[in-house]
């Protein structure tokens, strides 16, 4: 589903900078003890302090709990189903072929803390 989304990264509240899910971004800060979160403009993380000590760089990975496949797989059930119902006269098929599209919904609007991540990388 990332990659449907417009992601950005927000450090210190002021700064935003738009991701691409398919190229890494270096995000250069100034000072020590930066903020970042990660917004959709509906979903937030949780704000995330980095401390410079020991490392100087840090890779994160931004995930999302409905994978692209998760929403492929809820789009061809929605299809046979709807599909199924209209050549066979079944009223409950068309009924069904709305499951799939009211639990990304509901995953979608009511799941606002976990549904993007920024998850570390270890290289």
């Known amino acids: ?10 450090v210190n509240g ?6 691409d899910t398919t190229q890494p971004i270096l995000i250069s800060v100034d ?3 930066p ?31 409905i994978s692209d496949t998760e929403l492929l797989v809820g ?7 709807y599909l199924g119902g209209l050549y066979s006269g079944l009223l409950i ?3 069904f072929s709305f499951l799939p599209l009211v639990y990304l919904l509901l995953f979608y609007y009511l799941n606002r803390k ?3 991540k920024l ?3 270890i290289r």
């Open 31 to 33: 000072q020590n003890n």
């Open 114 to 116: 976990d549904f993007l």
């Open 14 to 19: 002021r700064q935003i900078f738009p991701l």
């Open 75 to 81: 789009f061809i059930i929605l299809a046979a189903f």
């Open 1 to 10: 589903m990332l990659s449907f989304l417009k992601i950005r990264a927000v």
């Open 119 to 121: 998850v570390p990388v």
């Open 35 to 65: 903020r970042i979160v990660i917004t959709d403009g509906y979903h937030i993380t949780a704000p995330l302090k980095l401390v410079y000590k020991e490392v100087n760089t840090y890779f994160f990975k931004v995930s999302c709990a």
């Open 93 to 95: 098929l068309k009924v």
